[in-house]
């Protein structure tokens, strides 16, 4: 994590510790959630090697298993903007679009079609990446606008 490089001590700051601590297992939530959708490509050849792989494991309940996952990447990112102070912008656009791509993926995803499981495991993390990206920038930028001091024009006296 490069909090560090942004000059902020995670020890001496219970707030960005607790942030970076939600954020980061945040992303692994969502890797096990895209790991999972790729496990299913390999499906067959698993069983048949004796792999005893997540998708094999989870074969029946394996959409469940998803919307946890993804229920709980939303509830950390969200619980990180919070800790972060973090606005509406961020809450919306990352947190409710994310919740919305991820939601719309697992539906869709047919986890029995191999190319079906390939175009999700490689679109779906650039559209749930790519949503959280936005509410994250439209957070900054909002920030950034409402913190710039205005310039006031010199008065004649």
């Not at 969502?30 to 050849?45: E, Q």
């Not at 950390?76 to 947190?95: E, I, M, R």
């Amino acid at each position: 994590m490069g909090f560090p490089a942004l000059g902020i001590d995670l020890l001496s700051n219970s707030a960005a510790l607790t942030a970076a601590a939600c954020l980061y297992t945040s992303n692994i939530a969502w890797t096990v959630l895209y790991d999972m959708i790729y496990a299913h490509m390999d499906i067959k050849d698993d069983a048949k090697a004796g792999i005893k792989s997540i998708a094999l494991k989870h074969d029946a309940d394996t959409k469940k298993v998803l919307t946890g996952l993804a229920a709980a990447q939303i509830a950390l990112l969200t619980t990180a903007g919070v800790v972060a102070g973090a606005g509406p912008a961020f809450f919306v656009g990352s947190c409710g679009g994310a919740a919305v791509a991820l939601g719309i993926m697992i539906k869709r995803v047919n986890l029995k079609s191999v190319q079906n499981c390939w175009w999700w495991f490689v679109n779906g993390c650039w559209i749930t990446g790519g949503v959280i990206s936005t509410g994250l920038a439209a957070d900054y930028i909002i920030r950034l606008r409402n913190s710039t001091p205005k310039k006031v024009k010199p008065t004649q006296v």
